[in-house]
Nanobody, 116 residues
Framework: VQLAEYGGGSVQTGGSLRLSCVAS????????VGWFRQAPGKVREFVAS????????HYVDSVKGRFTISRDVTRNTAYLQMSDVKPDDAAVYYC??????????WGQGTQVIVSS
């Protein structure tokens, strides 16, 4: 599966931004799409994931209540709605896909800049 991210850019602290991840190719029944992020000098960290089959979601604690991941099966697209954005959310955001054992597919990343 090939993944392509869209929607990165600059956002003010407290603002909102929506990232999109368009998937192309066959996705098996237990496929999940997730978002990771990596800030300069930090390790890449998991942000959120959604299972394609039933839309079940998981989030890292630091974004719970602020970010929402969703998917539109008709558009083969996953979204990450970011709200109440904080300076610590600034990073390159990567879309990824895989199953419960491995994230096997990765997009190129899209940068999110947070300004005060």
């Amino acid at each position: 599966v090939q993944l392509a991210e869209y929607g990165g850019g600059s956002v003010q602290t407290g603002g909102s931004l929506r990232l999109s991840c368009v998937a192309s190719g066959p996705m098996f029944i237990n496929y999940k799409v997730g978002w990771f992020r990596q800030a300069p000098g930090k390790v890449r960290e998991f942000v959120a994931s959604v299972r394609w089959r039933d839309a079940s979601t998981h989030y890292v604690d630091s974004v719970k209540g602020r970010f929402t991941i969703s998917r539109d099966v008709t558009r083969n697209t996953a979204y990450l709605q970011m709200s109440d954005v904080k300076p610590d959310d600034a990073a390159v955001y990567y879309c990824t896909g895989g199953d419960d054992n491995k994230w096997s597919d990765w997009g190129q990343g899209t940068q999110v800049i947070v300004s005060s």
